[in-house]
T-cell receptor, first 118, second 108 residues
Framework: EAGVTQFPSHSVIEKGQTVTLRCDPI?????LYWYRRVMGKEIKFLLH????????ESGMPNNRFLAERTGGTYSTLKVQPAELEDSGVYFC????????????????FGEGSRLTVL | QKEVEQDPGPLSVPEGAIVSLNCTYS??????FMWYRQYSRKGPELLMY????GNKEDGRFTAQVDKSSKYISLFIRDSQPSDSATYLC????????FGKGTRLSVIA
């Protein structure tokens, strides 16, 4: 079974440009999460999809970030326009719901997309 | 006060040593406690998972939760060079709240 895959693995862009990160979750996982790690800081939650719906987007830093999950499969995270402070590693994770509890099961993380904004 | 505090290290130990990694947290409502291991340039992978207080053992790894002290620990016995990685505590459920991670090096 393929794991969570993220693309690109590394992106270097100029301030003001746009970048789109893509995440393909594990097949059958309804839950999809975006997290971000800025250098020297903790991994922080950005948002959570259940299928195609945004369940929780409380961690999105501002309106320059737009996440979508069309059809409840893969997800994209667009940063437009990018700022210096957006540099970091963006992790995607997915999980299935645990039967009988409605709770999310183990999170499986991708390897991350490293974003460098110059 | 941060929700989860974790000493980032780095921590360097000789092969075979017992390693103790710790986190403290502030929100007493947290019920789920996890330890993730992250190798360089990889994503975090779940290592141990406990619910509420108590101990859980899995091979050379033991996770402890003390809810009265809001303190969680991960012990690694007979540490191996392959254990060299960053260990992250994570608390909560959805969303997870992570500590900064402790970088561990086990020297052969």
């Amino acid at each position: 079974e393929a794991g969570v895959t993220q693309f690109p693995s590394h992106s270097v862009i100029e301030k003001g440009q746009t970048v789109t990160l893509r995440c393909d979750p594990i097949s059958g996982h309804d839950n999809l999460y975006w997290y971000r790690r800025v250098m020297g800081k903790e991994i922080k939650f950005l948002l959570h999809f259940v299928k195609e719906s945004k369940q929780d987007e409380s961690g999105m830093p501002n309106n320059r970030f737009l996440a979508e999950r069309t059809g409840g499969t893969y997800s994209t995270l667009k940063v437009q326009p990018a700022e210096l402070e957006d540099s970091g590693v963006y992790f995607c994770a997915s999980s299935r719901f645990l039967s009988g509890t409605g709770e999310a099961g183990e999170l499986f993380f991708g390897e991350g997309s490293r974003l460098t904004v110059l | 006060q941060k929700e989860v505090e974790q000493d980032p290290g780095p921590l360097s130990v000789p092969e075979g040593a017992i390693v103790s990694l710790n986190c403290t947290y502030s929100n007493s409502a947290f019920q789920y406690f996890m330890w993730y291991r992250q190798y360089s340039r990889k994503g975090p992978e779940l290592l141990m998972y406990t619910y509420s207080s108590g101990n859980k053992e899995d091979g050379r790894f033991t996770a402890q939760v003390d809810k009265s002290s809001k303190y969680i620990s991960l012990f690694i016995r007979d540490s191996q060079p392959s254990d060299s990685a960053t260990y992250l505590c994570a608390i909560g459920n959805t969303p997870l709240v992570f500590g900064k991670g402790t970088r561990l090096s086990v020297i052969a």
